[in-house]
């Protein structure tokens, strides 16, 4: 879809990178040449995905992957962090704000740290990065991309992933405000609202029990789940150049199911009664005790 070379003089950060949809965009990028760094919070998982992109794609595109372990809820982490890319060849041309933590869950279910949890991440986490490598671009002058992964919950907000819903809304006013804002110094602000796009992470806390296969997906007017170079795709177009006047944006790829459905897990989850969220909630808590033991390796 896009000429070889595309992303040759591109550095971008794909934060949760190492994973699901930040894995698929850095490849994308790679693909064409870019230099890509991810961040994570588990090194061994990071340091894999690089060395796998590595093997596959680098030799062929001229581009290279970087891995950074970094929690981005730590605005110290990711000012190390950032200080290091930067003295790796020096500034970003974009950032791939994609690090983000959801579960399905009753709201009156959840406690302060359950939504501290999801919004330090999602909206705290994102603004960090976003402030910290800002000040270094406007200091510098140079022009950047940045783009943020939301979900089409940021327009009808969503029941059962409130923290989610909301730290997502806050992150389309982040984009849109600074479109604005900061569009005067050479940087942009766009955001994806992905429909279902089935990763690990995300079906084993939207979707607990399912076993991973979310491909089919009946309610979508075109009967499918997203395929991941579909996405990959727009994240090109949004990060690489040629559109440069896209800016303040946020662009659904859902095969029209916010407009059939409202995208949202409404329908299947509002009959739900307690032995099945506590169920799920145990599903859920396994994945997370063995990401937890992942990143303590
Ligand atoms: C209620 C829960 C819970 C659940 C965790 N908690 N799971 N509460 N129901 N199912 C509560 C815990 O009890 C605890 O509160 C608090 O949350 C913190 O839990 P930890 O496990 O210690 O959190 P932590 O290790 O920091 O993990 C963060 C996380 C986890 C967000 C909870 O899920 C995570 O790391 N996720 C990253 C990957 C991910 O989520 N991918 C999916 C993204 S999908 P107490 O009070 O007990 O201390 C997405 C949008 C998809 O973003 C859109 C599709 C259309």
């Keep these: 879809m896009f000429r070889e070379g595309l992303m040759t003089d591109e550095r971008i950060l794909v934060t949760g990178g190492g994973t699901g949809l930040g894995r698929e965009m850095a490849e994308g990028f790679l693909k064409l040449g870019a230099t890509v760094y991810i961040c994570?919070?588990?090194?061994?998982?990071?340091d894999e995905t690089a060395a796998e992109l590595m093997a596959e794609h680098a030799h062929d595109s001229g581009g290279k992957v970087v891995a950074h372990a970094c929690d981005i809820r730590d605005a110290d982490a990711i000012h190390a962090m950032v200080d290091s890319i930067w003295a790796d060849g020096g500034a970003l041309t974009g950032v791939?704000?994609?690090?983000?933590?959801?579960?399905?869950?009753?709201?009156?279910?959840?406690?302060?740290?359950?939504?501290?949890?999801i919004a330090d991440i999602v909206m705290r986490g994102t603004f960090y990065v976003t402030l910290d490598i800002g000040k270094r671009l406007i200091a510098e002058g140079k022009?950047?991309?940045?783009?943020?992964?939301?979900?089409?919950?940021?327009?009808?907000?969503?029941?059962f992933v409130v923290p989610s819903a909301m730290s997502k809304t806050a992150i389309n006013?982040?984009?849109?405000?600074?479109?604005?804002e900061?569009?005067?110094?050479?940087?942009?602000?766009?955001?994806?609202?992905?429909?279902l796009f089935?990763?690990?992470?995300?079906?084993?806390?939207l979707n607990p029990g399912s076993g991973g296969d979310n491909s089919k997906n009946d309610l979508n007017p075109m009967g499918r789940a997203g395929e991941m170079h579909e996405l990959a795709n727009l994240a090109v177009f949004l990060m690489g150049t040629g559109a440069e006047y896209v800016n303040g944006q946020t662009i659904a790829i859902d095969g029209a199911g916010y407009q059939a459905n409202g995208g949202t897990f409404y329908p299947?989850?509002?009959?739900?009664?307690?032995?099945?969220?506590?169920?799920?909630?145990?599903m859920i808590k396994g994945t997370n005790d063995k990401d937890k033991a992942d990143r303590a390796t």
């Design 182 to 195: 900061w569009g005067r110094y050479g940087l942009r602000f766009n955001a994806i609202a992905p429909g």
């Design 173 to 180: 006013a982040m984009t849109q405000s600074l479109a604005t």
């Design 96 to 117: 791939v704000n994609n690090a983000a933590g959801n579960f399905i869950s009753r709201t009156e279910d959840l406690s302060v740290n359950g939504f501290n949890a």
């Design 143 to 159: 022009s950047a991309s940045f783009l943020s992964i939301l979900t089409t919950w940021v327009w009808s907000g969503s029941a």
């Design 268 to 282: 299947q989850l509002q009959a739900l009664g307690d032995a099945e969220w506590d169920m799920m909630r145990q």
């Design 198 to 205: 089935p990763t690990k992470g995300m079906s084993s806390r």
């Design 40 to 46: 994570g919070r588990r090194q061994n998982k990071l």
